[in-house]
Nanobody, 120 residues
Framework: VQLQASGGGLVQAGDSPRLSCAAS????????MGWFRQAPGKEREFVAT??????KYADSVKGRFTISRDNANNMVYLQMNSLKPEDTAVYYC????????????????WGQGTLVTVSS
């Protein structure tokens, strides 16, 4: 599985960019997908996942970020609204080889990260 994330860059607080992730593979619809992030000097953390059971979000982004997927085109998205400087991080697309992604369970595949820098 190959994951290619895009959409990062320098944005201002309050902006609403969207991250995209293109995934390879013929059984994309059967896999759970997610986004994680790593801020400077911090550990990588969970942001959101989407699977057959629905969507899950970290408390820090709930109500501001929306994860979605397009199974026909093997894409997963992260719509980020009302960005804050503390959202600055490298954002990673990830995949779990199961139809449901248990919270706290590590991914099976990582994409390369895309840096989002939020200026105040």
């Amino acid at each position: 599985v190959q994951l290619q994330a895009s959409g990062g860059g320098l944005v201002q607080a309050g902006d609403s960019p969207r991250l995209s992730c293109a995934a390879s593979g013929r059984t994309f619809r059967n896999y759970s997908m997610g986004w994680f992030r790593q801020a400077p000097g911090k550990e990588r953390e969970f942001v959101a996942t989407i699977d057959w059971s629905g969507k899950k979000y970290a408390d820090s982004v709930k109500g501001r970020f929306t994860i979605s997927r397009d199974n026909a085109n093997n894409m997963v998205y992260l719509q980020m609204n009302s960005l804050k400087p503390e959202d600055t991080a490298v954002y990673y697309c990830a995949q779990k080889g199961t139809v449901v992604w248990a919270r706290g369970s590590p991914p099976n595949s990582w994409g390369q990260g895309t840096l989002v820098t939020v200026s105040s």
